[in-house]
């Protein structure tokens, strides 16, 4: 979650007088009967939370009468993130997928493992005995 989404939803709280357990109360239910805790809401004010549910953004905002555009914007900027670099990953896939996969093996190397016996086989010199050249 980003940080000034928490410092947008811990001023709303500080200047209601709202503790964590309160808006906890307040928000209620979400989704599958889910609860969000005060816990949560506390990493959300300290803006360590990495993704507040939509739902319970959409009632952050009006409960606290935070600006919607600013505040929807701010709690939506991990998943912007997220989303550009799951981009640069599928340009890079893309690019390995061109070249043939080419790409991909020469920065995993041999990954192949040896067979010794049939290395060690083909490198050994038949004895003279047997008539054929070494």
Known sequence: MSERFGRMVDEAAVAQGLKNYQLQVMI???GNQQVFSAKQLDRVR???YRFVPP???GRLI???GLPADDAWEAAMEPLKEELES???FRTAVSQV???GGRALKHQLGNRRPADRRRAD???RPVPAELGRAA
């Open 28 to 30: 209620g239910l979400y």
């Open 46 to 48: 300290k803006g360590q």
């Open 55 to 57: 739902e319970v953004v």
């Open 62 to 64: 009006a409960l606290l």
């Open 86 to 88: 799951y981009r640069r």
């Open 97 to 99: 997928a061109v070249a």
């Open 121 to 123: 086989r083909r490198r």
